[in-house]
């Protein structure tokens, strides 16, 4: 099913971030968010999460608008931040339960997902001990222990290392193969195959000051 | 129904693994109580008289110590946005927290009530009342306590901001859950006092967790 936004704007504090911008992503497909720093790459993927309302514009899935129904389009999405969301008193294993069985994931899912970002061995770890590249590795888990359709993925690869950048990369290419799509934000090359880009420098908003008038 | 049972065994989980901060809770409740004494002389009338009043307060004041600790770790290690990305409404997950708050800290609290009446020598006509108004207010306090801690998420310094939000709210349950006791103790009907409470239970348990997700949606813009 196609999920889509229309003529979006998103203002941040006091700066009108991205207007205009229009994004659509078919199953089997991926975006990759691209443009330089502070150009709005996490606004808009938190935008499509619904943790912020767009200021103007809208967001919808074929079958009807996400304000609608926002615990039905959050509960076909998974989105990985810059926050981990790891509890440094829960165990590997336990940090990935707490939330892949609020979607509704069994434990052998959750077994292979660890496998899979290569934290198998280290479930019993509590989550203090991890290192950067582990908590991001076992953030990433939260993907593949779950059967969303839709992946909001922001700087996924920071901190890896070569061989955990080769998992994600499959574990995409995986998720896109059984018709999931995924939103990419980096400004690294991940060596996707066959990605549709947006350049979120081409729906800057002209440096203007938007609360002129109101002032 | 599902998500409100995962989250709420979450809580409980994590506030089992970091018990030492329920245990302060508990610990700063029976030290404040303890100290009246010191200040208002051992006389053991005066002590019974002052009871059911410097147990309530204690309480309340304890609660507000832990209502900081309700959203802030969660909201700044990023489990607050997934919380809030899951398949529950965030009406949920306030009333999930609120429930797991008032069983790490509330009922802790409750159950170390006795203690200090017993300290102060509380009449014995006072115990049931006491527990009663105990059991219909902690879980009051908590609703009322999450709402606060979302409302000043985000800010600096909002203990103190927190503090002042929350206690012009519970002082209702302060009035009615001392004057309970003290009518239990002087052999006056209580029902209409707890009946009361009741009320704020109810009242609290049905718009609480709207007020909470309404702020815990502001946080997380």
């Not at chain 1, 971030?17 to 497909?29: I, N, Q, R, Y």
């Not at chain 1, 509890?87 to 496998?115: C, Y």
């Not at chain 2, 306590?145 to 349950?173: E, K």
């Amino acid at each position: 099913m196609r999920f889509f936004g229309e003529n979006l704007s998103c203002v941040r504090g006091e700066r009108l971030v991205f207007s205009g911008l229009e994004f659509a992503v078919d199953p089997g497909t991926a975006l990759v968010l691209t443009g330089s720093n502070g150009s709005g790459k996490t606004s808009l993927l938190r935008v499509m999460s619904g943790l912020t309302r767009p200021t103007v514009g809208h967001l919808a899935w074929q079958d009807g608008p996400v304000v609608d129904n926002p615990e039905c389009h959050h509960s076909r999405l998974n989105y990985v931040g810059h926050l981990d969301a790891l509890k440094p008193v829960l165990s590997v294993r336990e940090n990935l339960q707490t939330w892949a069985r609020l979607h509704g994931s069994t434990d052998k899912k959750i077994a292979s997902a660890l496998k899979k970002l290569g934290l198998e061995g280290s479930e019993n770890i509590p989550g203090r001990y991890l290192s950067t590249g582990q908590r991001r590795r076992l953030s990433l888990a939260r993907l593949a222990a779950s059967d969303a359709p839709l992946w909001l993925l922001d700087e996924p690869t920071i901190a890896l290392d070569a061989a955990s950048v080769d998992a994600v990369r499959s574990l995409i290419a995986e998720h896109r193969a059984a018709g999931g799509m995924a939103v990419i934000a980096t400004n690294v090359d991940l060596g996707i195959a066959d990605t549709t880009t947006l350049n979120l420098l081409d729906f800057a908003a002209a440096d203007e000051d938007i609360w002129e008038g109101v002032r | 129904m599902n998500a409100l049972v995962l989250i709420m065994r979450r809580e409980i989980r994590l506030a089992l693994r970091q018990i030492g901060e329920s245990a302060i809770i508990v610990l700063f409740f029976v030290l404040a109580a303890v100290l009246f004494p010191f200040g208002v002389g051992p006389e053991p009338n005066m002590l019974a008289r002052i009871a059911p009043g410097v147990v309530w307060v204690t309480a309340l004041l304890a609660a507000m110590l832990s209502f900081e600790r309700l959203f802030t770790p969660d909201f700044e290690d990023g489990s607050l946005e997934q919380l809030a990305l899951g398949p529950a409404p965030l009406e949920m997950i306030a009333l999930a927290k609120a429930a797991a708050h008032w069983l790490t800290t509330g009922l802790p609290l409750m159950i170390a009530a006795p203690l200090i009446a017993v300290l102060y020598r509380l009449p014995d006509a006072g115990y049931g009342a006491l527990m009663t108004t105990m059991a219909l207010g902690t879980p009051t306090i908590s609703l009322i306590g999450t709402v606060g801690a979302a409302l000043t998420l985000g800010s600096r310094r909002g203990g103190v901001l927190l503090s002042l939000l929350v206690i012009p709210l519970i002082v209702p349950v302060l009035i009615f859950g001392t004057a309970a006791i003290d009518a239990a103790i002087g052999g006056i009907p209580v029902r209409q006092h707890l009946m009361l409470m009741g009320g704020f239970l109810l009242g609290a348990l049905v718009l609480t967790p709207l007020a909470t997700a309404a702020a815990l949606r502001q946080a997380l813009e």
